[in-house]
């Protein structure tokens, strides 16, 4: 009964949220889903009995083309996720096929604070990662802490440190 209950619960929470879910088992308390066109997925976790929570709802992988230090072109393809800290946000990438350590960020000012931001989660984040992206092809590393900041919707987000 307990299963049911989860599944019912994930249900009615994807149909608030306009998510699709894809339920391997009947009894998982580990549920995947994906909106659209997979920009936005994740899994739904079992807290406590019954409550059922998104858990790093949005990640994606971008390939940024853009001029390196040399001014030719220079293609990375980067793996990003969003990161969540009770009422802030902020951003986890890494670059795909290194060994190079992913790098997070923490947004500044907090990105609740533009009413755009909650409608257009999933291109904000890429909107992020694209201009991360491009200025790793510039450097060749990631921006250090306080030292850069992408412009989203018209707004200066600063790359601070959790």
Known sequence: MKGIRRIT?????AL?????????????QVLDFKVG???????????GDSAMIPKSAIEGNIT?????????AVTNSFYYQEESWSKNRGITIKLNNSTR???TYKFD?????????NKNQPKFYRDAAQQIGEYFNRRGSFPRYGQASVTING???????R
């Open 9 to 13: 619960l994930a249900i009615v929470f």
């Open 16 to 28: 608030v949220m306009n998510f699709v879910l894809h339920i391997s088992t009947a009894s998982a």
């Open 37 to 47: 066109n997979g920009d936005v997925s994740g899994a739904l976790l079992q807290q």
């Open 64 to 72: 940024v083309t853009s001029p390196g230090s040399s001014g030719q």
């Open 101 to 103: 350590p992913s790098q």
């Open 109 to 117: 000012p907090n990105p609740h604070n533009d009413p755009w931001y």
């Open 155 to 161: 707004i200066n987000y600063k790359l601070n440190q």
